[in-house]
């Protein structure tokens, strides 16, 4: 952080207040913020697996069953038989689902979407390059810990 600190400073803010959007969202939507995670994986990604939607969310898949549970209750996705594999199970969302998550990704894109057009071309190309390799160099797998006491 030492030798670019406005900018480092700046990315954080930024995550800080996308995470502060989506907590105020599910509070809205009456969703728990992994709900609303999920029910925006699929409509963005497309249907999923259990296995696939409890990796994004990097908790077991007896929690995503849980959180699944709920969101079928509610009306908002369908578990149907995988079209290949009869023991793995789709995830899609409902119509309700998709109206439910299109709203609050459509509110999101409102607020981004008017500075986007102030940019040019080359300055959108520059955040979108670079959102992308930050997103994965966050994704990277944690550094194995360092045991000094060891050695």
Same mark, same amino acid.
């Given at each position: 952080m030492e030798e670019h600190p406005e900018f480092t400073l700046a990315v954080r803010n930024l995550v800080l207040a996308g995470e502060r959007f989506r907590a105020r969202a599910s509070r809205r939507h009456g969703l728990s913020p992994s709900a609303l995670t999920t029910l925006a994986s699929l409509r963005l990604a497309g249907p999923q697996s259990p296995t696939e939607l409890a990796a994004l969310l990097e908790i077991t898949t007896a929690s995503m069953t849980e959180l699944l549970d709920k969101l079928s209750? +509610?009306?908002?996705?369908?578990?149907?038989?995988?079209?290949?594999?009869?023991?793995? +199970? @789709?995830?899609?969302?409902?119509d309700a689902g998709?109206?439910?998550?299109?709203?609050? +990704?459509?509110?999101?894109?409102?607020?981004?979407?008017?500075?986007?057009?102030?940019?040019?071309? @080359?300055?959108?190309?520059a955040i979108m390059q670079f959102v992308q390799a930050a997103s994965t160099r966050l994704l990277d797998p944690e550094p194995e810990p360092h045991d000094d006491i060891a050695s």
């Open positions: 209750h +509610l009306g908002l996705i369908t578990r149907l038989p995988h079209p290949r594999d009869r023991r793995m +199970l @789709r995830i899609e969302l409902t998709t109206a439910r998550i299109t709203g609050i +990704l459509d509110e999101f894109a409102t607020r981004l979407e008017p500075i986007a057009e102030q940019l040019n071309l @080359r300055q959108r190309t």
